[in-house]
């Protein structure tokens, strides 16, 4: 089964740093990968989706990731963090019906001033 | 262009109660789906619906877990004889057409208490 790890469950980062949240996937045939982004209460809200063509990915508030195929990876990352990126991020990998989505256990990031 | 609503967002009940969550997708989306997110972890695929087809109902935990969408849009999720493992925040979402390539809206979740 197509499946997905983040390798950090809490990222603490000051505000204006760059950050970089890990993913791996496990696959052996094309996946489509997604980043979400989870706010407190809030249900999961899309960040940028992988399906084919260019390996980097741009999404929305200036995230971006990049598609390792060798490495098995699709890290986020973002050059310059807000307080306001406060939140859970969750990747996740196409599972194998096509529909439904596998999510990692998601990683906690805390930015602080 | 409201999103994905649920109702209601809080529920507590006493093991053994039965609960009925749920789920308003946007208007015109074909695929709904069902998620588990128990505390600390990731959310977990339940079950998805076609239209009014539910076409796979694997990743329900147990038969007192029960789900259905008679008309195409509003879905309903039962759960009987709740237990207290049964707690964690149900996430429901809509996608316009199949799912993959298409993005699911997440609602913003019903939290299942159970005492």
């Known amino acids: 089964a197509q499946s997905v790890t983040q390798l950090d469950s809490q990222v603490p980062v000051f505000e204006e740093a760059p950050v970089e949240l890990r993913c791996n996937y496990s696959?052996?045939?094309?996946?489509?990968l997604f980043w979400y982004v989870q706010y407190p209460n809030q249900g999961l809200q899309l960040l940028l989706k992988?399906?084919?063509?260019?390996?980097l990915v741009k999404g929305i508030n200036g995230f971006e990731a990049e598609f390792n195929k060798s490495q098995t990876s699709f890290h986020l990352r973002k050059p310059s963090v807000h307080i306001s990126d406060t939140a859970e991020y969750f990747c996740?990998?196409?599972?194998?019906?096509?529909?439904?989505?596998?999510f990692g256990k998601g990683t906690s990031l805390l930015v602080t001033p | 262009g409201a999103g994905v609503s649920q109702s209601p967002r809080y529920k507590v009940a006493k093991r053994g109660q039965d609960v009925a969550l749920r789920c308003d997708p946007i208007?015109?989306?074909?695929?709904l789906f069902w998620y588990q997110q128990a505390l600390g972890q990731g959310p977990e695929f339940l079950t998805y619906?076609?239209?009014?087809?539910?076409?796979?109902k694997s990743g329900l935990p147990s038969d007192r877990f029960f789900a259905e969408r008679p008309e195409g849009s509003v879905s309903t999720l039962k759960i009987q004889r709740t237990q207290q493992e049964d707690s964690a925040v149900y996430l429901c979402?809509?996608?316009?057409?199949?799912?993959?390539?298409?993005?699911?809206?997440f609602g913003p979740g019903t939290r299942l208490t159970v005492l």
């Open positions: 696959s052996s045939v094309s996946v489509y």
């Open positions: 996740a990998v196409d599972s194998n019906s096509g529909y439904a989505l596998n």
């Open positions: 208007s015109g989306h074909v695929s």
């Open positions: 992988y399906l084919s063509g260019s390996t």
């Open positions: 979402a809509s996608s316009l057409g199949l799912a993959g390539i298409n993005e699911q809206f």
């Open positions: 619906f076609q239209n009014e087809a539910q076409l796979d």
